[in-house]
């Protein structure tokens, strides 16, 4: 429940900061955004421990259908909040994109690389890192985006910790469950 909150608070937090008008810069903004998704994260990260200490323990899992919902509630927190950091931080935010602050990018996407005329001024936009965060989420690894400084290989690498164990303990606990 906490996590749905923190979700919720996020969005309006974003809503409300207008994704048209993300390139003006606001130290107090970008402070709030990502002291949100540190928030949300942190819920998430507990939920998912609480979830894989009920299920090692007895207490959880009894019953297949609560515990996928349960799971996947976590893993699609994990998948948005990833996004949002992804997107947060990226090149120092999508303010400092905009404004062209930091010309070295953090993650390189297929386009950057591209040779066609069209995609010479493309920029990643919130759904080109929600994609990235799904794709590790899923894969466990970059797939067509790569991380290219070290915070963004470690911030990849929790989320894909976080939705390995999630997804191998909910899973193998419900099949289990559904077995017997």
């Known amino acids: 429940m906490a996590a749905a909150v923190a979700e919720l608070v996020v969005l309006v937090v974003l809503a409300v ?5 993300m ?7 970008r402070g709030l955004g990502l002291a949100l998704v ?13 979830l894989v200490t009920a299920i090692l323990d007895g207490s959880s899992g009894g ?9 996947a509630a976590i893993w699609l927190t994990n998948i948005i909040a990833f996004a949002v950091w992804y997107w947060q931080l990226d090149r120092g935010g999508p ?3 905009a404004h062209g602050r930091r010309p070295t990018a953090d993650f390189l996407f297929v386009q950057m690389q591209s040779t066609d005329p069209h995609d010479a001024d493309w920029e990643p936009r919130f759904a080109d890192y929600l ?3 799904f794709t590790n989420a899923t894969a466990f690894s970059p797939t067509d985006v790569m991380p290219l400084s070290r915070w963004a290989k470690m911030l990849m690498l929790v989320q894909a910790l976080v939705s390995l164990v999630t997804i191998a303990l909910v899973v193998s606990r419900a099949v289990n ?3 017997g």
Do not use: Q, W
């Open 38 to 50: 540190g928030l949300l994260s942190v819920a998430n990260a507990v939920s998912a421990g609480l």
């Open 131 to 133: 994609y990235l965060s």
């Open 63 to 71: 019953s297949a259908a609560p515990l996928l919902a349960s799971g």
């Open 17 to 21: 900061a207008g994704p048209a008008r």
């Open 95 to 97: 303010a400092a994109r």
């Open 23 to 29: 390139d003006r810069e606001s130290a107090l903004l």
């Open 177 to 179: 469950v559904l077995g």
